[in-house]
């Protein structure tokens, strides 16, 4: 409970007994003075409470307390660096003097700030609280606080009270002990709308007599509120006009459960499950609560937890049994029995077809064709709803509809569905039609490496390879490219050998003009013939009687540079005449940019300008002396003529004879 609510409960109830107990102010003259003490013997090392309150007083203006301490019986002791403490029913707000002098006096001294009006008696009727540590055993602590003269006293207490005019009020001195009351309980737990307990029946106080003191209820107790309220019981001690409060919370709680009734199994059709709800199958009551918190728990059919309603209703729509377990909770946290209610879904709805009524399929689709991927068929409570189909091919009733298809016929397909709770769909139709959509198949070739050999006699047609599905002889395109330029086959061909990149773009067709994508492959020639050396003007080992130059050709079928080193014995020539006879080694070597490389030697001789020279060489002769050799042959023709004729002419004569 709010300590400022019970503050101010406490400063209302103080305010109630003093309007109650202010008639007695005026009674009499005399204000008693009223020394309370907490007990009244002590051990040595003990605490000493001395409270000092007023009775009937008024015109109040200022009091002065001297309590005379003696070393060897008490001490006083500071409380919050203060002797002397003010309380919340003291008189004066603070005093003007609170201090222990030499001598062993504690001086206390207070006085109020306006003198129009003094104090009267109330509930504000205490002087102040002191504190004593006790030095020895005492037996009874009256005898150390005696009002008298202190020259006469080892200990002792003074207490003058003077009014508003100055003059001292007369005082009598009251010594009592403090009430002592038992009120032994923590707090009260009351159960809402129970009969509220009569709570002074717990209060127990033991050093007065019933007469010697009053008790006062205050804050009334609603049973039927929930939480915590206060009861507070207000104690009026006669003795010494001590006002004492006393609260103790009490707990208006709810300790019982709600109850569930309902129907423990329900049926539901599924056409109705759109509209369902749970809660209008039960009841949930409370003692208190008009509505208590409801907590619904889902189930499926193998007592799987699902986690929300709509899951939950999500899970009623594809299957036929369900279970909610039901608890019920209010305010304070009761909670009630679990109540079970299982469900059964009554299938009455159809099964779902979505269809096509016409379907065009590609040739190369037909031998992988299945009609039931084409058709979607949904039952919430079947997964495997029964599928009745005909297929039909020129109105005739068929067994294998891929057949018909190949041989590009129309194919119609008639069907019905049936779940397991023999609902029926209506009956349905779809025409099946093949398309040639399908382009034929070529194979890709990568780019090619070949020897300026094997170009010779290279044909690219002979790698490509197509196929299609229908046309048996589909058609393959071949365009020949040079340096990005369109020519012709032969052209083409021509320029490879020579060493020249070419490429060749190609794309297959068939008869239904289904064109493949088009490929290009690049067909690169490597070089490996070496060069061709030709030596024009000698031949191995003839004679010759000069030579002008020697004439040779070098040529090479890709390209002009040719590294060429030409000797004659030896040493390197330079295109000079030859007329020392001799024997001499014409060597030329030719190397082509691709590293190929050709050698060519030839041995001749150089030889005298006479017949001699030659021997018996007719080559030489014929090299060497051709005019005299033509001569000496048509000299020898005229003589060989001659003795022919004449020949002829002796035999003519001889026959005539």
């Given at each position: ?5 019970i ?66 019986a008490?001490?006083p002791?500071?409380?919050?660096d ?22 062993g ?17 109330g ?29 006469s ?6 207490v003058?009270l ?43 106080i033991?050093?007065r ?5 009053d ?9 039927k ?21 006393l ?24 056409n109705k ?5 749970i ?5 949930a ?14 189930y ?5 937890l699902?986690?929300n309603q ?49 379907i ?18 949904t ?39 049936e779940?397991k ?29 070949i ?26 395109n071949?365009?020949y490219?040079?340096?990005?330029q ?37 067909i ?6 070496p ?13 010759y ?30 295109n000079?005449g030859?007329?020392k ?31 001699i ?12 002396y ?17 003795f ?11 026959q005539?004879?």
């Amino acid at each position: 409970m709010n300590k400022k609510i019970i503050k101010l409960l406490t400063i209302v109830v103080l305010i109630f007994l003093s309007l109650l107990y202010r008639k007695n102010v005026y009674a009499s003259s005399t204000t008693k003075v009223h020394l309370i003490f907490n007990k009244i013997s002590y051990d040595a090392g003990e605490e000493i409470k001395l409270t000092i309150n007023l009775e009937n007083f008024s015109k109040l203006n200022e009091t002065k307390v001297i309590i005379k301490c003696n070393d060897n019986a008490f001490v006083p002791i500071m409380k919050n660096d203060r002797y002397g403490q003010i309380t919340n029913n003291s008189i004066y707000e603070s005093p003007i003097i609170n201090e222990y002098v030499l001598g062993g006096y504690l001086r206390f001294q207070l006085h109020k700030d306006n003198l129009s009006e003094g104090y009267y008696s109330g509930y504000k009727n205490n002087v102040g609280e002191f504190y004593f540590e006790t030095r020895k055993k005492i037996t009874n602590i009256y005898d150390y606080f005696r009002n008298g003269n202190f020259e006469s006293l080892t200990t002792g207490i003074n207490v003058s009270l003077y009014d508003i005019y100055n003059q001292e009020i007369s005082t009598e001195f009251k010594w009592s002990e403090k009430i002592k009351v038992d009120w032994n309980v923590d707090k009260y737990q009351l159960e809402v709308y129970d009969e509220i307990p009569l709570f002074v029946n717990d209060i127990n106080i033991t050093n007065r007599n019933e007469n010697e003191y009053d008790l006062f209820f205050q804050d009334k107790i609603n049973n039927k509120n929930l939480g915590s309220q206060v009861v507070t019981i207000a104690i009026y001690d006669k003795v010494n006009a001590d006002y004492i409060l006393l609260s103790k919370v009490v707990e208006v709680v709810d300790t019982t459960s709600p109850v569930i009734t309902g129907s423990n199994n329900i049926s539901v059709e599924s056409n109705k499950l759109r509209d369902f709800k749970i809660t209008e199958y039960f009841v949930a009551s409370d003692n208190y609560d008009k509505t208590p918190e409801v907590v619904i728990t889902y189930y499926d059919v193998d007592n799987k937890l699902i986690n929300n309603q709509n899951l939950f209703l999500e899970y009623l729509l594809t299957h036929v049994q369900a279970k909610v377990v039901i608890k019920s909770l209010d305010s304070s946290g009761n909670a009630s029995d679990e109540f079970e209610i299982i469900i059964e879904i009554k299938d009455v709805e159809a099964p779902t077809v979505d269809y096509p009524k016409e379907i065009n399929i590609k040739d190369v689709e037909i031998a992988d064709f299945d009609f039931m991927n084409y058709v979607t068929v949904t039952d919430d409570y079947d997964s495997n709803p029964r599928f009745i189909i005909t297929y039909l091919c020129e109105n005739i009733e068929i067994e294998d509809q891929i057949d018909a298809l190949l041989r590009g016929k129309k194919v119609i397909v008639r069907y019905y569905v049936e779940d397991k709770s023999s609902n029926k769909t209506q009956n349905y139709e779809t025409k099946i039609e093949v398309l040639d959509t399908t382009p034929p198949i070529i194979n890709n070739v990568e780019n090619i490496e070949i020897t300026d050999q094997e170009a010779i006699n290279f044909d690219f047609s002979k790698l490509v390879s197509i196929s299609d599905n229908i046309d048996k002889n589909p058609k393959i395109n071949f365009t020949y490219y040079l340096e990005s330029q369109e020519v012709s086959r032969d052209e083409w061909k021509k320029a490879i050998v020579r060493g020249h990149k070419g490429v060749i773009k190609y794309y297959g067709i068939d008869a239904s003009n289904n064109k493949t994508s088009a490929f290009d492959t690049e067909i690169i020639v490597c070089d490996i013939t070496p060069p061709v050396i030709k030596i024009h003007n000698i031949k191995e080992g003839n004679k010759y009687l000069k030579i002008e130059k020697l004439d040779y050709e070098v040529l090479d079928n890709f390209d002009g540079n040719i590294d060429i080193s030409v000797t004659l014995n030896g040493v390197e020539y330079h295109n000079e005449g030859i007329t020392k006879p001799g024997e001499y080694v014409f060597k030329v070597t030719a190397v082509d940019s691709s590293g190929n490389e050709s050698i060519k030697e030839v041995k001749f001789e150089i030889i005298e300008n006479n017949v001699i020279g030659c021997g018996g060489d007719i080559e030489c002769y014929l090299d060497n002396y051709f005019v005299v050799v033509v001569i000496a042959g048509i000299l020898m023709a005229i003589i060989l003529t001659i003795f022919i004729v004449r020949l002829c002419l002796w035999q003519k004569k001889k026959q005539v004879k």
